[in-house]
């Protein structure tokens, strides 16, 4: 009875929002119309979204939604794997000059952007200038994107100077001048031209999520409300919005003829399976998505036991319950609940914020403060005592099937050596000077640390763990909680002086990763604020460089630099445990990209055998 009235008193405004997200469909039912009950997706999201202007996001949830709602020149297969890009807005494959600097790139012509009142009522057509204006947005001083550094080191010509225009004249930025490294060649023609070979910036035009195409008219008709009103190409359109409750998608009515047809590995059953069963479906096969943001696991996992969620990560606490030894728990299997358990494109880190005065610096004993921290951490029991053993150790910033990713590669940055790290703290002199078990700054002043959390259960289990560690070493430390969406915008300001988090990867190629200790970036994407010249010169140059030998040496070269400084402290790969429920059907993770809503396909007519 206990657990009941739990799991009631928890799904309360869940059950309520159901409902009446149901009401109408059934209304129509109990009329006698014959039109059938729309097929929704309903899952949560375990932490708020920021909003859904491409320009101005950063964060893993926002962009899943973005990803749905615009729409890049090219994407991700939905089976193949590792990974296989496909033209999506674009007619074919990118003409690429031989030294990577230019990129001309047809688009599909009858391409139309959702309905809009800002259209009047009339179909907008997508054309090559919206990819001009969307690119371009990166660079206006006014949209303070977090991505625009990385957006600058792609080396389009003349975009930067428009930026550096606007910022010494104090004008708007000038969209209308045109530039030799972003133009529209005719209504239906991109070229892009680069100060740089990019060999892979068909990657980056994979990105539906940041790098979709935008009508200029909508963003300046919405302008700072822009984040609330995105209209793009996509399979799907916002509905409704409440912030960090939940978010409601659509079918867009406008999206084109667009049919099923991926190409899954020969050895794959289960997407050899899917693509047999959709081959020539019309997409979306969705006609909603509901989105609820539920940060506790306890709820979110109760939902998807009572049928309310069509699918889960299995929360860490659960781990045990859902997957014994590894394997879907029987009563699970015997109600046809599938599972796919993959080790995710991720890096979970903590970083120390280089500008702060305590753990910042670049002088000896800063760099023995956060290395002392980092041997102090211990991951193995980490991963068994919070993760349920759901990861492996990571050795750097180099996500799991990206681009120079060895699974038997070996740093220091996962050693755990509790002595070595109290005699580093000895030798630097942060001592024990008045006897109270607490170590002091080497001027003297008293050393305390500041860590930055969620107020979730799960992320509670981590306070105690990093106590523990900070216990044993003899430093103080004190927590400093916050939901998601204030602790990205303090992090962004460099007001916190350590948090983790998790980054999965965007592509295939490790520059993402790099790019989050890329001094230019410093603010944006790198929130350590991490400066060194040396690392800075290696990400540029790798940008340059093709694959081979000496782009994975220079590689090698930038993880060494990241264990000598330690702004960054890797912990774990995660491993993810993806339940569906049966009439779920089509469910693959995308190991790039996280665009898969309109892959996937509701059987109403399995509800009732699997209970």
Known sequence: MKRRQLFAGALAPLAAALLLSAAAPQALANKGEAAAAPKVLRYAFVASETGFDPAQLSDLYSRIVTGHLFEGLYKYDYLARPYKVKPNVAADMPEVSADYRTWTI?????????????????????????????????????????????????????VEELRQAAIKTKKPFDYD??????????????????????????FTLADNSLFGAVAREVVEHYGDKIMEHPVGTGPFKLKSWRRSSQIVLER????????????????????????????????????????????????????????EFDLVSVPLEFSGVALPHGQLAPNLAKRGVQLERVLNTDRVLYYFNMEDPVVGG??????????????????????????????????????????????????????????????????????????????????GKPLEIEYASQPDALSRQFDE????????????????????????????????????????????????????????????????????????AIYKRMQELPDGPERLALLREAQRITVAFMPQKYTVHRIINDLSQPWLIGYKRPPFGNVWWQYVDIDDSKRETAR
């Open 106 to 158: 047809k688009l599909k012509p009858g391409i139309f952007f959702t309905d809009d009142p800002v259209f009047k009522g009339k179909p907008r057509e997508l054309v090559a200038e919206d990819f001009v204006y969307a690119f371009k947005r990166f660079f206006d001083p006014a949209t303070k994107s977090p991505v625009y550094a990385g957006m600058a080191s792609v080396g389009m010509l003349g």
């Open 177 to 202: 001048t045109p530039v030799e490294g972003l133009r529209a060649l005719d209504r239906y023609t991109l070229q892009i031209k680069l100060k740089e070979p990019r060999p892979r910036l068909l």
């Open 252 to 307: 867009n009515p406008s999206y084109r003829e667009l049919v099923y047809d991926a190409e899954p590995n020969a050895d794959d059953a289960r997407a050899q399976e899917f693509a047999a069963r959709f081959k020539g479906r019309r997409l979306p096969m969705l006609d909603e998505v509901h989105i609820s943001i539920i940060e506790e696991s306890q709820p979110r996992w109760l939902a998807f036991l009572n049928g």
């Open 362 to 443: 670049y002088t000896a004993e800063k760099v023995a403060l956060r290395r002392a921290i980092s041997m102090a951490t211990n991951v193995d029991r980490e991963i068994r005592l919070v993760r349920r053993g759901q990861a492996i150790v990571a050795q750097s910033v180099v996500a799991p099937f990206s681009y120079g990713y060895d699974p038997e590669f070996k740093t220091e940055n996962s050693d755990f050596d509790l002595p070595r790290a109290k005699a580093l703290l000895e030798m630097y002199g942060y001592k024990d000077r008045d006897g109270d078990g607490w170590r002091e700054l080497p001027d």
């Open 465 to 536: 763990l990093w106590k523990k560690n900070m216990d044993a070493l003899g430093v103080r430390f004190k927590i400093k909680a916050g939901k998601w969406p204030e602790q990205l915008k303090s992090a962004r300001a460099g007001q916190l002086q350590i948090w983790q988090l998790g980054y999965s990867a965007s592509s295939p190629d490790v520059q993402d990763g790099l790019q989050i200790l890329n001094g230019p970036d410093a603010g944006g994407q790198n929130l350590a604020r991490f400066r060194n010249d040396r690392f800075d």
